[in-house]
């Protein structure tokens, strides 16, 4: 139904910047956000740990009928798009490694080995997801592949791209890169459109940054209109509703902060309520 609401997750605010862009695209969608603050960062974890916690958030939020659900998270989508696909056949899942690997071709444009950097979780980085997304449709392009474990933290914790500390990690994983030459950089992780100006400004312009999270917005646009799912109602407003494991003030600091975007305050969820979703499943963590 055109007005069934769209659910977006990741571990933290990362995917806000996703929501924020479907917002954009698509104002009068409502839309579920879900962020695994108590268990983030996912991008430490195993495929089965990350693939267990994105299960428990859907059956959570299935009873509100989703028409889509984004996976706002480039771990989760890199971990566990082929095992949620399996386990919840009929719901339209989308991920962000598609979009994002399709607009770094295109922004390679016609040049016969282009090289193209990404930046990323150390799950994402280690799973190749992008590796293949890309390659897939370009074998002749040159990947420059660097995980940057400390960002996604440094950003949950509120530092902008002014934050010395940001300014040394950001120094640190990319100069390496830019020493090799790079025709575009990929943001493979949804929390790093927050530090796209500084990231930009530091890799210069002959550098495209493709900024993952306005690619999936507009990949999830075109998805509803081929399914005739969206939303043209313009009397109604779009609502964004958050949920969150760790019940902290920053979580609503953090995202007018970086986002520009006012939000209710989230409701918390426990982590129990999720486990309790899932009571097939052994109590400890895959390992
Ligand atoms: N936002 C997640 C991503 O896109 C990463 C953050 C984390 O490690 O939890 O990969």
Not at 54 to 66: A, G
Not at 153 to 174: C, F, H, M, N, S
Not at 248 to 275: C, H, N, Q
Request: glycine share 6%; with cysteine; hydrophobic share 45%.
């Amino acid at each position: 139904m055109s007005s069934a609401p769209i659910v977006v997750l990741d571990s933290g605010l990362g995917g806000l910047t996703v929501a924020a862009a479907l917002r954009q695209a698509l104002p009068y969608e409502d839309i579920l956000y879900f962020g695994d603050t108590a268990r983030l960062p996912y991008g430490s974890k195993s495929a089965q740990t990350v693939t267990r916690f994105v299960r428990q958030i859907i059956r959570f939020l299935l009873p509100r009928n989703p028409k889509h659900v984004v996976i706002a998270c480039n771990t989760a989508t890199a971990l566990a798009m082929p095992s949620l696909r399996q386990s919840f056949v009929g719901l339209p899942i989308s991920g962000v490694i598609e979009p994002g690997a399709r607009a770094a071709i295109e922004a390679a444009g016609a040049k016969a080995t282009p090289v193209i950097g990404i930046i990323a979780t150390e799950a994402t980085i280690r799973s190749k997801a992008y590796d293949r997304a890309i390659l897939r449709r370009r074998n002749h392009a040159r990947l420059l592949l660097q995980s940057t474990p400390l960002l996604a933290p440094i950003i949950e914790e509120g530092r902008t791209g002014d934050d010395p500390l940001v300014r040394l990690a950001l120094k640190q994983y990319l100069s390496p890169m830019m020493q090799r030459g790079m025709d575009v950089l990929v943001l493979g992780c949804t929390h790093y459109p927050i530090l796209k100006t500084t990231i930009a400004k530091l890799v210069g312009a002959g550098v495209t940054v493709i900024d993952s999270a306005h690619q999936c917005a507009q990949d999830v646009a075109a998805r509803l209109s081929r399914a005739s799912l969206l939303r043209t109602d313009s009397s109604h407003a779009g609502d964004l509703r958050c949920f969150v494991t760790d019940d902290s003030p920053r979580f609503a600091v953090l995202a007018s902060k970086f986002l520009g975007m006012k939000i209710d305050p989230p409701t918390w969820v426990a982590p129990e309520t999720l486990y309790a979703t899932d009571p097939s499943a052994p109590i400890r963590e895959a390992v």
